[in-house]
């Protein structure tokens, strides 16, 4: 895989897994759009990276509001004039609660970012690859997209969604060159399963990462790297033919 003069598009960048995404397709050559609503995280990613000037740009952006979304697409296209591939990896946990106890506020906010987030961006970054007749789109769904999962009902309804969001706009953009599919980790390595870990066992997180871990086959947690490296292959011409598919990356969790 290669992606030398390729424009990728990555929200929730200063992440981990969007951090670790950027610097993959970064050293196969790619330059970089990073958005954020975490500014001062977006700053210390290139730092970590050491990306150079005309190597990427970042956009400080909350992607639940469109007026932002329009925003980094037109910022990302006055900059490098295209957009090959777009990472709508931006998504929040919210609070932990079951659902008697979940305030509307929690539920507002993760259909806000997680659901309206992902659509916004598939609403505007879709026409600027249509007219290259090109582009592959890979949508942050999550095991949580494909079943329940105590405790984070509005995470879980948003995963869920994320995947009908995916089924339907490569459907809908079969025939123009544009490409969409869904990616669906497991518990990975990552600041939000340490929140997970914390809302569903206050007193004692290890004991809910254990919990966790024995629902995973291979019996771990997976890495940041190893989401990036399907999203990778998911983004290159070597997937050609693959269209509003759902992909897990979860250690064999959704095979039992
Ligand atoms: N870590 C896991 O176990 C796991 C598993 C399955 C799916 N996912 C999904 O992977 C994606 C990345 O998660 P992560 O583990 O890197 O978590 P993370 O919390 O490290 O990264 C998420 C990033 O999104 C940003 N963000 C949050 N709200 C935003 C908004 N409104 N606008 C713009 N940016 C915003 C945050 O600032 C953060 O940098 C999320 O969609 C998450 O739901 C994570």
Do not use: W
């Amino acid at each position: 895989m290669e992606f030398n003069g390729k424009v990728v598009l990555i929200t929730g960048a200063a992440g981990e897994i969007g951090e670790v995404t950027a610097k993959l397709f970064s050293e196969l050559g790619a330059k970089l759009s990073l958005i954020d609503l975490d500014r001062g995280g977006l700053r210390e990613t290139v730092t970590r990276l050491g990306l150079g000037e005309g190597e990427y740009i970042t956009v400080p952006a909350d992607v639940s509001r469109e007026d932002e979304v329009k925003n980094y697409v037109r910022k990302t296209v006055e900059a490098f004039g295209r957009i090959d591939v777009f990472f709508n990896n931006a998504g929040i946990e919210g609070k932990y609660a079951l659902i008697k106890d979940n305030p509307a506020e929690n539920l507002d906010r993760v259909l806000n970012v997680n659901l309206k987030g992902v659509f916004f961006g598939l609403k505007h970054v879709i026409p600027v690859m249509m007219e290259r007749k090109s582009g592959s789109i890979i949508n942050t769904s999550s095991v949580a997209g494909l079943g329940g999962f105590p405790g984070l009902s509005p995470y879980v309804a948003s995963k869920h969604a994320v995947i009908g969001l995916t089924k339907t706009a490569a459907l809908e953009y079969a025939g123009t060159g544009v490409r969409v599919n869904a990616i669906c980790p497991a518990p990975i390595n990552t600041r939000m399963m340490r929140s997970v870990e914390k809302g569903a066992s206050p007193d004692d997180p290890q004991s809910a990462q254990s919990r966790f871990t024995h629902m995973i086959p291979m019996g771990r947690y997976g890495e940041p790297e190893e989401v990036a490296n399907l999203v990778l292959f998911l983004a290159s011409d070597l997937a050609s033919y693959i269209n509003g598919g759902v992909y897990t990356v979860d250690g064999g969790m959704k095979a039992t």
